[in-house]
């Protein structure tokens, strides 16, 4: 099992980003996935999240209306597209897993994404 985020960097305040957090070795479509983040110094806080067929989404209302999270199923890859990018921003993010689909061995089995980190400063 492998979710390997990438696309971070360093941006300017007000600009954007796309991450990507690619998944292997797991049953992309039965997984709810959700985009959490860590700045220095303090704890990991969720981001926000998209169902497993990409239907519902949800955002932390720090994020809200700046923040947009897709998937396409058949590339087994979540999005995360950044926009006016604050320098609070700031942070390694990181992509989760979480199997939602009942009846399933995937059922409950959570997953988690080494990091990708995003600076945003001038």
């Known amino acids: 099992v492998q979710l390997v985020e990438s696309g971070g960097g360093l941006v300017q305040p007000g600009g954007s980003l796309r991450l990507s957090c690619a998944a292997s070795?797991?049953?992309?479509?039965?997984?709810?996935m959700s985009w959490y983040r860590q700045a220095p110094g303090k704890e990991r806080e969720w981001v926000g999240r998209i169902s497993s067929a990409g239907g519902s989404t949800n955002y932390a209302d720090s994020v809200k209306g700046r923040f947009t999270i897709s998937r396409d199923n058949a590339k087994n890859t979540v999005y995360l597209q950044m926009n006016s990018l604050k320098p609070e921003d700031t942070a390694v993010y990181y992509c989760?897993?979480?199997?939602?689909?009942?009846?399933?061995?995937?059922?409950?089995?959570?997953?988690w994404g080494k990091g990708t980190l995003v600076t945003v400063t001038n």
């Open positions: 989760n897993a979480l199997g939602v689909v009942r009846g399933t061995r995937d059922y409950g089995m959570n997953y």
């Open positions: 070795g797991f049953t992309f479509s039965s997984y709810g």
